[in-house]
């Protein structure tokens, strides 16, 4: 009996904790299903928040052509745009524009605008350049003024009455010469002084020009050389190295004496000397006595962008070339050549030596 009455009060307890096993797991159900909801929400809150307001990109429309040409050295003026989105409406001020080159002779322009969400939108337009197909007036004033050309008016054979001449006309446009002397007379000392003391250059062709007396020997040409030296010196209180040998050093009249050109090159350059030879000969002394042979002699002989040495001469009787001068003149400095005077520093012309 007393087991039966134990085995019925197990049994109830049993059911009880059954009970209490069952609710426990009915609560941990309802309180899952509850917090599963509540988490879904949330995540669909988030997402809501995450995913863009506008779907729809923005759009720029370019005003103008979207192709332009454009005449060299014309600059861009930009066409205009605009730029709409669905929901900002108008947003023009956040297009960027940026330039691509593609050639030398065209460009990209790439507009691009973001709205708030991150849509972008995109246009471009090209720029070309129209090269101009230079004019040949044009083309000859840009190779003028290109011109490194020099051009050292050289006269020999002076002083004369010519020269006061020629040094009025060099005064007046502004222009320096070389002028290689001969022997002078008192009255014609003012000359040589007015030559340095207007800025023009001065060298030695020699006391003499007599050919069979100046290339006899090497030491009548030497004596012959610093005899004007001195005088020069008494003269203007200055000293020349520069010489030009009479008839140039590739002279053959002095063949008489075989071999004296090649002696004598030597040995001014021995004793201190430069001698200067000419590229451009205006043929003054070689029967040119027109003013106008004389001029197109010199202007057709010239070295564009190169050194030309002009030979002239301003002896008696050439009034041709004092009357031809100031054309050259005119013509160099039109043509964008630069006068200069010949210098110890200057890079001396030489003919080459033929004795
Ligand atoms: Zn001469």
């Known amino acids: 009996m007393r087991y039966v009455i134990e085995g019925m009060k197990m049994k109830k307890k049993i059911g009880k904790l059954f009970l209490i096993i069952m609710g426990?797991?009915?609560l941990l159900g309802v309180g899952y299903i509850i917090y599963q909801n509540n988490v879904n929400k949330t995540v669909s809150v988030m997402q809501l928040?995450?995913?863009?307001?506008?779907d729809a990109p923005p759009v720029i429309c370019l005003k103008g052509e979207k192709e332009i040409t454009l005449n060299e050295g014309e600059s861009y003026q930009e066409q205009g745009y605009s730029a709409i989105d669905e929901e900002e409406g108008s947003i023009v001020k956040k297009v960027k524009i940026e330039r691509e080159e593609i050639d030398k002779d065209k460009y990209k322009l790439i507009y691009t605008v973001k709205d708030s969400s991150?849509?972008?939108?995109?246009?471009?337009?090209?720029?070309?350049?129209?090269?101009k197909n230079k004019s040949k007036g044009e083309k000859n004033k840009e190779e003028k003024k290109n011109n490194k050309g020099?051009?050292?008016l050289t006269f020999d054979d002076g002083p004369s009455s010519n020269t006061s001449k020629i040094l009025d006309i060099l005064k007046e446009e502004g222009v320096n010469a070389t002028f290689f002397l001969l022997n002078y007379s008192d009255e014609q000392e003012n000359l040589v002084k007015r030559e340095v003391a207007e800025g023009n250059a001065i060298g030695i062709h020699g006391y003499s020009h007599d050919y069979g007396k100046i290339?006899?020997?090497?030491?009548?040409?030497?004596?012959?050389?610093?005899?004007?030296?001195?005088?020069?010196?008494?003269?203007?209180?200055?000293?020349?190295?520069?010489?030009?040998?009479?008839?140039?050093?590739?002279?053959t009249i002095s063949d008489f004496n075989p071999g004296i050109m090649t002696k004598l090159s030597k040995e001014v350059e021995k004793r201190g000397y430069q001698y200067c030879?000419?590229?451009?000969?205006?043929?003054?002394?070689?029967?040119?006595?027109?003013?106008?042979?004389?001029?197109?002699?010199?202007?057709?002989?010239?070295?564009?962008?190169?050194?030309?040495?002009?030979?002239?001469?301003?002896?008696?009787?050439?009034?041709?070339?004092?009357?031809?001068l100031k054309k050259i003149i005119k013509y160099g400095k039109e043509n964008g050549y630069s006068f200069q005077v010949i210098t110890p520093e200057t890079e001396m012309v030489h003919h080459g030596i033929a004795n």
């Not at 928040?49 to 506008?54: D, L, M, R």
């Not at 991150?118 to 090269?131: D, L, M, P």
């Not at 070689?286 to 301003?314: Q, T």
């Open 277 to 324: 030879d000419w590229n451009v000969d205006s043929n003054d002394a070689g029967g040119s006595d027109s003013e106008n042979e004389i001029y197109k002699n010199v202007v057709n002989g010239l070295f564009k962008n190169g050194r030309n040495v002009v030979l002239m001469h301003d002896a008696n009787g050439k009034g041709a070339t004092v009357k031809a």
């Open 215 to 251: 290339y006899k020997s090497v030491d009548s040409y030497m004596e012959n050389l610093d005899k004007l030296q001195e005088k020069i010196y008494k003269s203007t209180g200055e000293k020349t190295t520069i010489t030009r040998f009479p008839g140039g050093s590739s002279n």
């Open 150 to 152: 020099i051009i050292y």
């Open 118 to 131: 991150g849509n972008e939108a995109k246009e471009e337009r090209i720029v070309k350049i129209k090269r």
């Open 24 to 26: 426990i797991s009915i």
């Open 49 to 54: 928040e995450e995913s863009p307001k506008n």
